[in-house]
């Protein structure tokens, strides 16, 4: 059974930094395309960033250049280190392969002064 869990959110003023990990359980997070994905509030769940096996990594508009992905094999986690945060970030934050309709329960971030 494939699961998802999601965890590093926090609350945090703008300027700061945070890491995100998703830990991956009945699948291996280095053979996947594997997705981070946000939904702010009252706003649809948007794609942010993509890690594929190869290493290759992809970045929305408003990711590019602050956000990093990357993946832990020995630990079959994805991460998402998130730099140089602004207000406009404050979201739940997903991860998800790109071959599954599997949600975890999210990570909040909020950022604010």
């Known amino acids: 059974q494939v699961r998802l869990e999601e965890s590093g959110g926090g609350s945090v003023q703008p300027g700061s930094s945070l890491r995100l990990s998703c830990v991956g359980s009945?699948?291996?997070?280095?053979?996947?395309?594997m997705t981070w994905h946000r939904q702010a509030p009252d706003e649809p769940r948007g794609w942010l960033a993509t890690?594929?096996?190869?290493?290759?990594?992809f970045y929305s508009d408003s990711a590019k250049g602050r956000f990093t992905v990357s993946r832990d094999v020995h630990k079959n986690t994805l991460l998402l280190q998130m730099d140089s945060l602004k207000p406009e970030d404050t979201a739940v934050y997903y991860c998800q392969s790109i071959d599954s309709t599997t949600w975890g329960q999210g990570t909040w971030v909020t950022v604010s002064s």
């Open positions: 009945g699948f291996s997070v280095s053979y996947k395309i």
């Open positions: 890690c594929a096996p190869g290493g290759a990594t």
